[in-house]
């Protein structure tokens, strides 16, 4: 069955620390990937995605992603982080274009002043 | 130019009742899909619907049924509420069914007692 897999399901840094959340995924088929955050009581807002061309991906809020195809990964990443990174971060594969995307666990992103 | 919307915000019910969820996409966008989130977890694909019709379908039993409306809105319905119903539910809208990202409300809590 296909999955994805988040690694960590909470992590901390300083504020202005690297930002580093991991995701791989089940099938040697590229996938569409992507990150979505989700802030207390609300639904879940697109980072970025990949779907095909260039592997590094820049999203919003500084946040991007790299696409490994030898590693089935799609880490996410943010030089500095800032306190209103504070959220949960959901990474999704799905196969078809947008359709029946499939969601990971999720990390929850504390970030210490 | 308007979100997805999804009504009610929260919702109390009672073990073996029935529940109706709704859901408004976003401006322009043909199809909805519906996902469950337990708490902890990540979103869990429930349905997808276009042009009236349910296309895709998660291992949710019959219990968890649909409809979409002429004007793109569409609902969730379930029948005889377990306590494991108990989640965030929430609808994502995008267009044509699976030609762009998904883009999500801010879900319908729902407590089943």
């Known amino acids: 069955a296909q999955s994805v897999t988040q690694l960590g399901s909470h992590v901390s840094v300083s504020e202005g620390a690297l930002v580093l959340l991991r995701c791989n995924y089940s099938s040697s088929v590229p996938p569409y990937l992507f990150w979505y955050v989700q802030y207390p009581n609300q639904g879940l807002q697109l980072l970025l995605k990949y779907t095909t061309g260039a592997t590094l991906v820049k999203g919003i809020n500084g946040f991007e992603a790299e696409f490994k195809k030898s590693e089935t990964s799609f880490h996410l990443t943010k030089p500095s982080a800032h306190m209103s990174d504070a959220a949960e971060y959901f990474c999704a594969v799905s196969w078809g274009g947008y359709q029946k995307v499939t969601f990971g666990t999720g990390t929850k992103l504390q970030v210490i002043p | 130019d308007a979100g997805v919307t999804q009504s009610p915000t929260h919702l109390i019910k009672t073990r073996g009742q029935q529940v109706t969820l709704r859901c408004s996409p976003k401006?322009?966008?043909?199809?909805v899909s519906w996902y469950q989130q337990a708490l902890g977890q990540g979103p869990q694909f429930i349905f997808q619907?276009?042009?009236?019709?349910?296309?895709q379908r998660g291992n949710f039993p019959d219990r968890f049924s649909g409809h979409q409306f002429p004007n793109y809105s569409s609902e969730l319905n379930v029948n005889a509420l377990l306590l494991g119903d108990s989640a965030l539910y929430l609808c994502a809208s995008s267009l044509g069914q699976g030609r762009s990202p998904l883009h999500f409300g801010n879900g319908t809590r729902l407590t089943v007692t």
């Open positions: 401006s322009g966008h043909d199809t």
């Open positions: 619907y276009y042009e009236e019709e349910e296309r």
